[in-house]
């Protein structure tokens, strides 16, 4: 890595400070809810959210109420129980749903900026970009990806690597050979 610091300080590039790549993430969070607002009809919106109260709702109940005890399968109890079964798992598969659409939204989202201008939309506004290690250029279609992914999935315990890396690079960085920079 000796040769790297050698290289930035001969092309004259400044790491990004830890707090303006955080800043940066969190505005591109608040980005992707945003698209994601705009996307979700209100019926689906409608949908999530009652989605959340009736899983809060099971969650909360009172088993007592079910009146489930040992082996009292009376068909009232067993009604009640299938009516539950089938309100949790269609609460689950619309949360589940909604999981999977914001987690797509991310990735693509951190993925066409990445790639198209070397910078999500909030580390554009906070004048910082990422590049590639070897040729402190935005990084190729494959790094892109690759990076996009690592960065959703890695996220929380990723940051924390950039606090004890010399270059200051998060797990997404290391594994993709990208670091931030200053513009």
Excluded: W
């Amino acid at each position: 890595m000796n040769n790297l610091e050698e290289n930035m300080y001969r092309e004259g590039i400044k790491l990004a400070p830890i707090y303006l790549r955080i800043a940066a993430y969190v505005i591109d969070i608040f980005l992707v809810a945003l698209i994601c607002n705009v996307l979700f009809s209100d019926s689906q919106s409608k949908a999530i959210e009652n989605a959340q109260k009736t899983v809060q709702r099971i969650y909360k109940m009172d088993m007592e109420n079910v009146k489930v005890r040992g082996v009292d399968s009376s068909e009232d109890n067993l009604a009640k129980i299938a009516s539950i079964q089938q309100e949790l798992d269609d609460a689950l598969k619309a949360l589940l749903m909604y999981v999977a659409t914001v987690t797509l939204l991310q990735i693509i989202y951190n993925f066409f900026f990445l790639y198209r201008y070397g910078a999500s939309l909030g580390q554009i506004i906070l004048r910082i970009r990422v590049v590639d290690v070897r040729s402190f250029d935005k990084p190729s279609l494959h790094i892109c990806m690759s990076r996009s992914i690592c960065k959703f999935l890695l996220v929380y315990i990723s940051f924390v690597f950039a606090f004890f890396d010399r270059f200051a690079r998060t797990l997404h960085d290391r594994m993709n050979r990208t670091i931030v920079i200053a513009n």
